[in-house]
């Protein structure tokens, strides 16, 4: 089996263990990982704290900064094929969109290279006429980023690319689940011409590895994606270094059809939203919220599309669903499903384990009009799982959507402009898409509210997230400071 080793202080190591990663297509171990223990944990953060106050660092300008996150772009462009196969082999996501997301990756790493020396400060229209105050905004020292093991190489570039623009050091913790694209994007980080120490990557298991990263006393912020119930111990933890938190956390968005959209492209948009990357994907448009009057005919359309994806192996650009990432994952799916059927859903297609190896799940979707209140509609699957809910009125639509605990994306499909308008500005999300879907790029800020967490990614937000203010006062007067004791 291949063997990846972790990077700490600008070298590559064995962890304190080693363990197992399985390839979600067969279910069979393919790769031995480096399990990172609190010593490794130690080591990494001690590597980032040495560096952050280190004038080579330190002294550095911004414009350098912005240079070496350039050049780093450039080598992930040059290495994405490589870092693709490690993607699809060790998390089950299919070549052809782990290839043309990695290669989107470089473009993040571009923006923040330019964005590290417009960070800018203030000077403040004071009340005081001798003094001049200005605002300075300095990087908050070491960031610990902690991400899940869907779309790990994006979901680290919004958090290491912002972070090393702003002047931070960052302690990586890839996902246990699949690793190697984090590992192997190590190699190329290194070729970058960093310090040694601004970045460090690592993997484990939570109460080894994650909670002593989170709770570490030099830790200053925290930015993780993943799920609420790990997010709730991320914050527990930040109460032992009072860490500043981002938090990205996922969701169940709406996908809301008026009879009057483009119904070619709002059920293009639906597949998309619901079945590319196998559904394991944050922002999957994962409850269907369409209009009665035009809701047989959707649901004949996406059904007809549903049966003829193509499954199969992730490596072969044909695929179009994989294997999700985990058999946890699946059993979990085929559990929501089992008891949203009992509660009344009713099962469109699939909901069924193909035969063979691996950890394959169909297309599937539910109709939940006589069960709105059913596991499926209120749960986040993480699969290619789809809950459809309908409405007659734009009230109700819009009470639909926002009839969940979390509120990170929502798809909006309609060909009147008022309407649109109106729903905006209801829909309480991070994101709106009007007559699109999972549209990203590195200019716009993504994050939500709710469950869906607090911060942003992307955009000049990013860079913010990773800086603290600092105000600095200057008395310009000649005359001395007067007597504090002397009554005048």
Not at 142 to 170: D, E, H, M, R, Y
């Amino acid at each position: 089996m291949q063997q990846f080793q972790q990077y700490i202080d600008g070298a590559f190591s064995d962890g304190a263990a080693q363990f197992e990663s399985k390839d979600p297509a067969t279910g069979q171990p393919w790769a031995l990982m480096p399990e990172a223990r609190a010593e490794d944990v130690n080591r990494a953060v001690n590597a980032a704290e040495r560096v952050f106050l280190d004038p080579e660092w330190t002294n550095m300008t911004a414009t350098q900064r912005g240079k070496l996150l350039l050049r780093l772009s450039d080598l992930i462009a040059e290495n994405a094929p490589r870092l693709a196969e490690f993607e699809t082999r060790d998390t089950g996501k299919i070549i052809r969109e782990t290839s043309a997301q990695i290669a989107y990756v470089a473009e993040y790493y571009r923006y923040y290279a330019g964005l590290a020396d417009k960070i800018e400060g203030a000077f403040l229209p004071i009340d005081k006429p001798d003094m001049q105050v200005w605002l300075r905004r300095e990087p908050v020292g070491v960031v610990a980023a902690v991400v899940p093991w869907n779309s790990q190489l994006f979901l680290s570039a919004v958090k290491i690319g912002p972070a090393l623009a702003a002047g931070c050091t960052v302690v990586l913790k890839a996902s246990e689940e699949g690793p190697a694209p984090m590992l192997e994007f190590a190699r190329i980080f290194d070729q970058a011409g960093f310090p040694k120490g601004v970045l460090n990557i690592i993997t484990g298991f939570g109460p080894d590895c994650g909670s002593v990263l989170t709770s570490h006393p030099k830790v200053a912020h925290v930015a993780f994606t993943g799920g609420p119930e790990t997010a709730r111990h991320i914050v527990r933890n930040s109460a032992n270094n009072l860490a500043s938190t981002s938090l990205e956390l996922g969701g169940k968005s709406p996908f809301i059809v008026f009879e009057d959209a483009d119904l070619d492209s709002a059920v293009n948009a639906q597949v998309s939203g619901i079945f590319a990357a196998t559904g394991q994907s944050c922002v999957a448009g994962s409850r269907l919220v369409i209009q009665r009057s035009i809701k047989d005919e959707f649901l004949a359309r996406l059904k007809e599309k549903a049966e003829n994806v193509v499954i199969g192996s992730p490596q072969d650009m044909a695929t179009e669903v994989g294997p999700l990432c985990t058999l946890r994952q699946r059993d979990r799916a085929l559990d929501l499903i089992d008891r949203s059927v009992a509660q009344g859903a009713r099962l469109v297609i699939g909901g069924q384990v193909p035969e063979g190896a691996g950890y394959f799940f169909p297309p599937t979707i539910l109709d939940c009009t006589d069960a709105p209140d059913a596991p499926c509609v209120t749960n986040e699957f993480f699969g290619p799982v789809l809950s459809v809910l309908s409405f007659e009125t734009e009230a109700e639509a819009l009470a639909i959507a926002n009839d969940t605990q979390f509120g990170l994306a929502s798809g909006l499909f309609t060909r009147d402009l008022t309407r649109a308008h109106r729903m905006m500005r209801g829909i309480r999300a991070g994101i709106v898409w009007v007559n699109t879907y999972r549209a990203v790029s590195p200019i716009a800020p993504f994050g939500g509210f709710g469950l869906s967490g607090h911060g942003r990614e992307g955009g000049v937000e990013a860079a913010l997230e990773y800086t603290k203010t600092k105000a600095v006062w200057l008395r310009t007067s000649d005359d001395p400071i007067p007597d504090p004791f002397v009554m005048r």
